[in-house]
């Protein structure tokens, strides 16, 4: 199962490639913002990142509420979380 889970942008690491570091239940790993672009993704925005992109920008509330949902999910999550601890963009 392939799964978004939220992250809030930390650090903007590379405006001119898109990438910044996010972290993700205390997992910080960059990634590409490159598909939200034109939306203006700042430190402190909440993103939904899937296999190393940013898929889109959502709000505090939102991240909060599917990041409880995907913890319900168990071992789908725990596996998302071990995905997301092994990417890396080079």
């Keep these: 199962m392939c ?44 993103v939904l990142v899937h296999v190393g992109f940013a898929m889109a920008k959502i709000d505090e509330a939102e991240a909060a509420l599917t990041l ?3 913890r319900k999910m168990g071992a789908d999550y725990d596996n998302e979380i071990d995905a997301f601890h092994s990417s890396r963009i080079t």
Excluded: F, N
Excluded at 18 to 41: C, F, P, Y
């Design 3 to 46: 799964l978004g889970i939220p992250g809030q942008v930390v650090q903007m690491v590379d405006t001119e490639q898109h990438l910044a570091k996010v972290d993700v239940s205390g997992v910080q790993r960059t990634i590409s913002v490159h598909l939200l672009a034109d939306e203006g993704v700042v430190v402190g925005d909440w």
């Design 68 to 70: 409880d949902q995907v």
